[in-house]
């Protein structure tokens, strides 16, 4: 209990014993409402596309602030992972361009 007193987590283990509860760095909870989704697949792959960017970006900004030699390299490996999905949903893009106009169910 102390060191999550010492955290900052006493409110967190109050409301959520030791439950995720996914909220922003900011403390905002997670809502669906942040869900984008028009249910063309086109559409949907690029903001998956943008999602994937905006968490690269922020991997990088996480890496700036730190001298940790060993936090950075597991922040670069996050950052290079967003920059791979980022990758293979642009393919998807690609390949989904390529299938417009025909009669297909995804």
């Not at 997670?30 to 984008?36: M, R, S, V």
């Not at 642009?90 to 390949?95: G, L, M, N, Q, T």
Request: charged share 30%.
């Amino acid at each position: 209990m102390e060191e999550l007193r010492a955290c900052g987590l006493a409110p967190h283990y109050v409301a959520h014993d030791s439950a995720l509860f996914y909220e922003n760095a900011s403390g905002v909870p997670f809502t669906a409402a942040y869900i984008q989704a028009k249910g063309d697949p086109i559409a949907d792959l690029y903001e998956d596309i943008a999602a994937e960017e905006k968490a690269r970006a922020t991997y990088q900004w996480l890496i700036d602030m730190t001298d940790d030699v060993d936090l950075q390299d597991s922040l670069k490996f996050l950052r290079e992972r967003e920059i791979i999905h980022s990758l293979r949903f642009r393919e998807a893009v690609e390949i989904l361009k390529g299938e417009q106009g025909q009669k297909r169910v995804f």
